[in-house]
């Protein structure tokens, strides 16, 4: 089982950056596929990225192409989301997920316009 803690989140102001971090614990962080999704109010849950078990492969939602960035660091079971040019419609709370198996328990990202 993987528990993950999501950090980093915040009020900016739109056209700010933030970058969130997910801590998993356990030995297998390597083995799963992470991914970020995220949630606003009365909006189902929706995708924003994804990276393969090495980091080498990334997938992003186009809403956010060209502005966020997914990383992973294996030797510190952490996987980030660097959020650039943020706008108002980028307020929800975003969750991190192994394989889409374990979630967190979620970040709030509120961006003033």
């Known amino acids: 089982q993987v528990q993950l803690v999501e950090s980093g989140g915040g009020l900016v102001q739109a056209g700010g950056s933030l970058k969130l971090s997910c801590a998993a614990s356990?030995?297998?962080?390597?083995?799963?596929?992470m991914g970020w999704a995220r949630q606003a109010p009365g909006k189902e849950r929706e995708f924003v990225a994804t990276?393969?078990?090495?980091?080498?492969?990334?997938i992003y939602a186009d809403s956010v192409k060209g502005r966020f960035t997914i990383s992973r660091d294996n030797a510190k079971n952490t996987v980030y989301l660097q959020m650039n040019n943020l706008k108002p419609e980028d307020s929800a709370v975003y969750y991190c997920?192994?394989?889409?198996?374990?979630w967190g328990q979620g970040t709030q990202v509120t961006v003033s316009s």
């Open positions: 997920h192994a394989d889409r198996l374990y």
């Open positions: 356990g030995r297998t962080f390597s083995t799963y596929t």
């Open positions: 990276v393969s078990r090495s980091g080498g492969n990334t």
